[in-house]
C-alpha cells in the first residue's frame, strides 16, 4: 500500500529586513529569524555595525556558522560573502540560516561589492575574511580580484574599510616566504590581521572567542582606549607540605570577565593570575603566581606602570611554615600553626602611586561589608572598594558595593554584567 504524503506549507513569508510575517490568510503570531532572537544577547558593542564576512575555500570554513551567530549576539549585521572554492565546504544555506540575510556567491550587475564596500556613507565598518587561504592572501596583496572575495577586498581597501584577515592553512604553506612577505606588505598598509594558532603541521584558525574578542576590540566603545591595566585575579595556595595547600574556592572568573571587557575596549591589559578554574582566553597573557610571597615579588620586582589596577585575588591572610616531606596520612591529630600574611594593598598604591587603585572586600554577612569597605578605602587609601559576600565565589549571579568619595552604588548581574558597570565607572571617571 503506498503511503499518502501530505505537503505542508508554511503560512510566512520574507520581508526586506528578512523576518518573516504572518501572511493576511493566518492568525497565527509572526515568527523570528532565528538570528533576530540571539541578536545583542550578550552585549551591544557591535549594534548598529555592519560586517562583511568573506569566506574562502579553507576547511576552517566549517566554524563561519559558529563565529556568525556569535558576533550577532554582539548585535551585529552579517552579510556573507563566498569564494567558489569555499562553497565546495560550506553552502550558501547555511550562512543565510546563520546570519538571516541572503549570501552573496557572485557579482552581480547589482554591484555588490560597491553596494557594502564602495565610497558611501553607508558602507560597511569592517571586511572580515574569515578563513583566508594563501591563495586569496597572495591574491589580496598584488591587487588581483578574480572572486567575489578578493573584488571585495580590493573595494574596501579603496574605500578605506577596516579590514581584518584570519588566516587559515597547512603550516608550510603558511611558512612559505613569500606568504610571510604578502601577509608584511597587506600589513603595512594597514590590513590587520589575527594570526593562526601554530601547531606542528597546522596553522589553525585561533578559537571563535578570540577572533570576536578582536573584532570588538577594532569595532567596540575604544572608551579604555591607551589605558594601561593590570588585573590581579584568583586565588593563593599556600603549602603545608609536599603536596599540601591552603586556598579558598575562589575560581578567578571574575579578573577573567574583568580583562576580556577591558581588552575588548581598547585597553592594554595585564593579567596576573593565581590558582583558578577557569580557561584563560588565547587573547590574554598572563603571569601566574602560587603563594602570597609570589604575588609580593611579582608586585615589588615588577618595572611597568600603570593606569588603573584592579586587586580582585582572594590572597591569603595567613600560611604556614610548611613541613619538608608529606604528612603522614595516619596522622591521628594534626596541628598546624598559621602566620599572619602581610596586606598587599599598601604595596600595591606604593609601587603605583599615580595608579587608581581598585580594592574588593568579602564578608560572610551583608550587615558588615559597607563599614569594612570604608575602613579599608580609609586605611589603605586606595581609590575604590567594591564589596560582596563570600556567596559570590563561584556564584553565577551576584551582587556588588562600590565606595567611592563617599558615595556607594550598588550593581547585580552575571561576572560579565558586573565587570562593566566597573569599567563604565573607570571610564567616566578617568
Known amino acids: 500500500m503506498k503511503k499518502t504524503i501530505k505537503k505542508v ?12 510575517h504572518k501572511s493576511p490568510n493566518t492568525s497565527e503570531d509572526h515568527a523570528m529569524h532565528p538570528a533576530e532572537e540571539i541578536k545583542s544577547t550578550k552585549s551591544t558593542y557591535l549594534q548598529g555595525k555592519r560586517i562583511i564576512l568573506a569566506v574562502t575555500g579553507s576547511i576552517a570554513a566549517t566554524e563561519t556558522v559558529k563565529l556568525a551567530r556569535e558576533l550577532i549576539r554582539h548585535g551585529a549585521e552579517i552579510i556573507s560573502v563566498l569564494s567558489e ?33 564602495g ?11 574569515c578563513p583566508a587561504t594563501a591563495n ?20 574596501a581597501i579603496g574605500s578605506h574599510i577596516s579590514v581584518l584577515i584570519v588566516p587559515a592553512m597547512h603550516r608550510s604553506m603558511y611558512a612559505h616566504p613569500i606568504i610571510q612577505h604578502n601577509i608584511e606588505t597587506l600589513t603595512s598598509i594597514g590590513i590587520h590581521f589575527l594570526h593562526p594558532k601554530l601547531t606542528p603541521t597546522k596553522a ?43 586556598s579558598n574556592t575562589s575560581s578567578g572568573k571574575t579578573a577573567l570577565s574583568l580583562a576580556t571587557e577591558a581588552y575588548r575596549r581598547g585597553a592594554d591589559i595585564s593579567l596576573w593570575l593565581g590558582k583558578h578554574s577557569h ?15 609570589d604575588l609580593k615579588n611579582l608586585i615589588t620586582t615588577n618595572k611597568e606602570s600603570y593606569d588603573i589596577i584592579i586587586n580582585c585575588a582572594a590572597i591569603a591572610d595567613y600560611t604556614a611554615q610548611p613541613k619538608q616531606k608529606k604528612i603522614p596520612s595516619e596522622e591521628k591529630q594534626l596541628n598546624i600553626t598559621l602566620q599572619p600574611t602581610e596586606k598587599l594593598l599598601p604595596l600595591i598604591k606604593k609601587h603605583n602611586p599615580k595608579a587608581t587603585v581598585i580594592g574588593y572586600k568579602a564578608e560572610s554577612k551583608k550587615k558588615d561589608l559597607e563599614q569594612r569597605g570604608n575602613t579599608l578605602l580609609e586605611k589603605y587609601k586606595i581609590d575604590y572598594v567594591i564589596c560582596n559576600t563570600t556567596q559570590a565565589f563561584n556564584a553565577s549571579e551576584t551582587t556588588i558595593t562600590i565606595i567611592h568619595n563617599g558615595k556607594k552604588t550598588s550593581h547585580s548581574g552575571d561576572k560579565t554584567t558586573l565587570a562593566n558597570h566597573i569599567l563604565d565607572m573607570l571610564s567616566t571617571s578617568s
Open 9 to 20: 506549507f508554511f503560512p510566512y513569508k520574507k520581508t526586506k529586513n528578512n523576518r518573516r
Open 85 to 117: 572554492a569555499a562553497q565546495w565546504i560550506i553552502t550558501a544555506d547555511a550562512l543565510e540560516f546563520a546570519t538571516g540575510n541572503s549570501v552573496i556567491t557572485k557579482l552581480t550587475g547589482k554591484t555588490e561589492h560597491v553596494t557594502y564596500c
Open 119 to 129: 565610497m558611501h556613507p553607508d558602507k560597511a565598518d569592517l571586511l572580515l575574511i
Open 136 to 155: 586569496t592572501i597572495s591574491k589580496i596583496a598584488t591587487g588581483i580580484d578574480d572572486t567575489p572575495v578578493t573584488t571585495f577586498a580590493t573595494t
Open 204 to 246: 589553525r584558525l585561533p578559537s571563535i572567542d578570540h577572533i570576536s574578542s578582536e573584532i570588538l576590540r577594532l569595532l567596540g566603545p575604544h572608551d579604555l582606549e591607551e589605558k594601561r591595566i593590570l588585573i590581579i585575579g584568583g586565588a593563593t595556595a599556600e603549602p603545608i607540605d609536599d603536596i599540601r595547600i591552603l
Open 279 to 293: 580557561r584563560v582566553p588565547d587573547h590574554l597573557q598572563i603571569r601566574s603566581f602560587q603563594t602570597h610571597t
